[in-house]
């Protein structure tokens, strides 16, 4: 089944603590991408990648950062979490014009 | 100046009704246009495209105007299932790489 696939799907840290919100899909898309969600904001782009080791900044890049060291793996890295970084992650793939997004990452930093 | 607008709504539209939401861009070299479908806090979904030329697929249609910059989704009527909220997509130029999402109008069909 195509999928793109986000993990984990829940998570509460502290400020400070470094963590990893890790991404694959099996679609061998080229394209794929990182978005936080909040209320009144709507989906943001944070970094997306055409292809292995080829990453841009996206809208809100500050405070992230993401490698791509391989197609099918996009990880999103939190350095050092704070606070305004609480949102729902979503990581995306794409083909042609249509993208495939993961289930979802809700996030809290306290 | 945002680069897509959407009215939040929420819309609360009876069961068979018909309801049109709009969405305006602000770049006018803009191509591509998608309206995506998101349930409750989960992944949003390609519900169409958006050709210059219009797109219909069973109820629902989508429909540019360029020269006023907005881009439209008609619902004709509508199902209790349908009650999610309706993301508006562009992606403008130069690289096509960035996709700048609306905030989402919200939908309610009530029986």
């Known amino acids: 089944e195509a999928q793109v696939t986000q993990n984990p799907r829940y998570l509460i840290t502290v400020t400070g603590k470094k963590l990893t919100v890790t991404c694959s899909q099996n679609?061998?898309?080229?394209?794929m991408s990182w978005y936080r969600q909040d209320p009144g904001l709507g989906l943001r782009q944070i970094y997306y990648?055409?292809?292995?080791?080829?990453?841009d900044k996206g809208d809100v890049p500050e405070g992230y950062k993401v490698s791509r060291k391989e197609k099918r793996n996009f990880p999103l890295i939190l350095e050092s979490p704070s606070p305004n970084q609480t949102s729902l992650y979503f990581c995306?793939?794409?083909?042609?014009?249509?993208?495939?997004f993961g289930s979802g990452t809700q996030l809290s930093v306290l | 100046r945002k680069e897509v607008e959407q009215d939040p709504g929420p819309f609360n539209v009876p069961e068979g009704a018909t309801v049109a939401f709009n969405c305006t861009y602000s770049?006018?070299?803009?191509?591509?246009f998608f309206w995506y479908r998101q349930d409750c806090r989960k992944e949003p979904k390609l519900l169409m495209s958006?050709?210059?030329s219009g797109n219909e697929d069973g109820r629902f249609t989508a429909q540019l105007n360029r020269a006023s910059q907005y881009i439209s989704l008609l619902i004709r009527d509508s199902k209790l299932s349908d009650s999610a909220t309706y993301l508006c997509?562009?992606?403008?130029?130069?690289?096509?790489?960035?996709?700048?999402f609306g905030t989402g109008t919200s939908l309610t069909v009530i029986p």
């Open positions: 958006v050709y210059s």
């Open positions: 990648s055409m292809n292995v080791e080829v990453t």
């Open positions: 995306a793939s794409g083909g042609g014009e249509k993208l495939f």
């Open positions: 997509v562009v992606n403008p130029p130069p690289t096509g790489n960035q996709f700048y």
């Open positions: 770049n006018s070299a803009s191509q591509s």
């Open positions: 679609m061998n898309h080229e394209y």
